[in-house]
């Protein structure tokens, strides 16, 4: 047998709902892919790591943890992160398709689907990736803790949330755990809090905004979360020992001070024949 012959594509299917499951999992078959099963998002991550398909189909709406938690997870393990992942949902809403997309999937499908419609954004987005193709033994492959895949996970969407943060246990939710098993990885990952998180985070980007946009005071205080400009300032002023202005003020001065380059005198001692 030649092993450098591509091997059938492996499908990972992530769905509670049996009729959904049942159609996908004939329609795969007859297309003579390789399957593996999964009922929600949290057994669905757990059997990506273990079996590394070429593509998963992820329905949304499941209990326990969401295909929105699963994708978070998948796109926050290295491991797992190039995998691409299609979600097959009920919903019409944009904003549902959109959020799917922001957290990293490649296509959405609406049920009630056509399977044929499913097999043909299957086979464009495998082409895509290259697969079906040879993946390194598990036991080879880097791996990141749990604690870490969770706190990358929940790093990632603080990032993305950061003009309206959510509260601890909506934020456990989102990375599928809960409050006190989060704040035990942050600690033990970052060595600091989630709340000592998102106040540095906020404060690294207004100094980034303070210094790049002309952004005024009380607009970048929104920008990161912050309910007035007065509450920024103080917990700017506390950390950085500067009020935001003369921070801005001091940072613009030193750029301005800084030696330009001489693009006149560069070329001044080459002779053009």
Known sequence: MD?????????????????????????LRAANFRITVAFDGAQGY???????????????????????????????????????????????????????????????????????EVMARIRIHLRKSGSPAPHSPP???????????IVNAAVTYLKSTLSDPPELKTLARKVGTYEKKLSGAFRRVLGTTVFEFMRDERLNVAQRLLIETDLTVTDIAAEVGFSTAANFATAFRKSLGVTPSIFRERELATRDLLPKPDHAGAGAGLLVK
Do not use: W, Y
């Not at 092993?3 to 329609?27: F, G, K, N, Q, Y």
């Not at 295909?67 to 992160?81: E, M, N, Q």
């Not at 009920?90 to 997309?101: D, Y």
């Open 46 to 116: 757990k059997r990506a790591i273990a079996v590394m398909p070429d593509i998963i189909l992820m329905d949304v709406r499941m209990p326990g943890a969401d295909g929105f938690v699963a994708c978070r997870l998948l796109k926050s393990d290295p491991i797992t992160k190039d995998i691409p992942l299609i979600f097959l949902t009920a919903s019409h809403e944009l904003e549902s398709r959109l959020a799917g997309l922001q957290n990293g999937a490649v296509d959405f499908v609406i049920k009630p689907f056509e399977p044929a």
């Open 3 to 27: 092993s450098t012959r591509p091997s059938r594509p492996h499908v990972l299917i992530v769905d509670d709902c049996p009729d959904d499951l049942r159609l996908m999992v004939e329609t």
């Open 139 to 149: 036991q080879t492959r880097p791996r990141l803790g749990p604690d870490q895949v």
